[in-house]
DNA sequence: TGGAAATATGCAAATAATCATATATATTTT
DNA sequence: AAAATATATATGATTATTTGCATATTTCCA
């Protein structure tokens, strides 16, 4: 990390609750942003909002596939302190209403 | 850390420039507000807001000694988030013109 | 006691972030 | 090729944060 200025900006990326949260779900597994929708209860243009944050940040990568775009974390130091501030103690909230290929298949 | 809202809200008090030098600084040795002043080369009063903010977030505690204020880091969780992304190698900026009886003496 | 030094607080203007809405693009299906 | 689905982007209104400045409070010392 380098100055004081960028890391205030990195951790401004992470001082949002519902960026918080999709976080928390991709340090589990890739997740496309039907998903991500479901997840939160949020429109679809303002998951696709908050992913566009995390993309410019450095911290998602995404991948698309087909009609899908899967984003995965891809930044060791976020998982760390994901670990650290929230911990494996998160609420395993299960969701019924995605249709992704992904979801269904499993 | 409870919800993703306080979460986001302690990584909130964290993205500031200005509050990550202080922290930095008290991660090393409690420091008055004098001392912080000269090293982020603000205004007395600057400096006493983002202490209140550090203080009402639980991040630091003061102790009165004479005039003067002595804030040390208090939260064990934002020492390891410190060193988990500014590290060892930050600028060790050696300051010179705070005159508090602590660095007088030194 | 009175003044100077250190620190804290209150407030307003400037600046930045959030979020809803509308719309655009790409891919698949029919 | 048109319709449907998944995702992205642009824009603007609202709200929150930052920061400078004036002033208050506390403590020390002559």
Redesign the interface.
């Known amino acids: 990390?380098r100055?004081?200025?960028s890391?205030?900006?990195?951790?401004?990326v992470?001082?949002?609750?519902?960026?918080?949260?999709i976080l928390?779900a991709l340090s589990e597994q890739a997740c496309c942003v039907c998903h991500l929708q479901a997840l939160t209860r949020r429109p679809q243009a303002y998951v696709s909002q908050q992913m566009r944050v995390l993309r410019d940040a450095g911290m998602v990568s995404d991948e698309k596939d087909g009609q899908n775009v899967y984003y995965r974390l891809c930044n060791p130091?976020v998982e760390?302190?994901l670990h650290?501030?929230?911990?494996s103690d998160r609420p395993r909230t299960t969701i019924a209403d995605c249709n992704c290929p992904k979801c269904v298949d499993e």
């Open positions: 990390m100055d004081y200025q890391t205030a900006q990195f951790f401004q992470l001082a949002h609750p519902v960026r918080l949260q928390a130091t760390a302190l650290e501030v929230i911990g």
